[in-house]
């Protein structure tokens, strides 16, 4: 077996062009507070910071830096 050193790995721009390529559905906004209001009823800080990322992410429709 032969192996190659080091590994090529992708650079971060082919990484963020095959993302684009595939753009993944996002679910609606009642689904995502829903969730959201689950997550803060079980007490899950990581859940809540995540649902509220994708509520903004939904409704800016554009992430800007």
């Known amino acids: 077996m032969t192996s190659k050193w080091p590994i090529p790995r992708p650079?971060?721009?082919a990484?963020?062009?095959a993302c684009e390529r595939s753009p993944r559905p996002v679910p609606s906004v009642p689904a995502i507070l829903a969730d959201?209001?689950?997550?803060k009823r079980l007490?899950?800080?990581h859940g809540m910071n995540l649902c509220g990322h994708l509520v903004a992410r939904v409704s800016l429709k554009e992430v800007g830096e």
């Not at 959201?36 to 997550?39: E, G, N, P, V």
């Open 15 to 17: 990484a963020i062009r």
């Open 36 to 39: 959201l209001i689950t997550a």
């Open 43 to 45: 007490g899950d800080q």
């Open 11 to 13: 650079t971060e721009h």
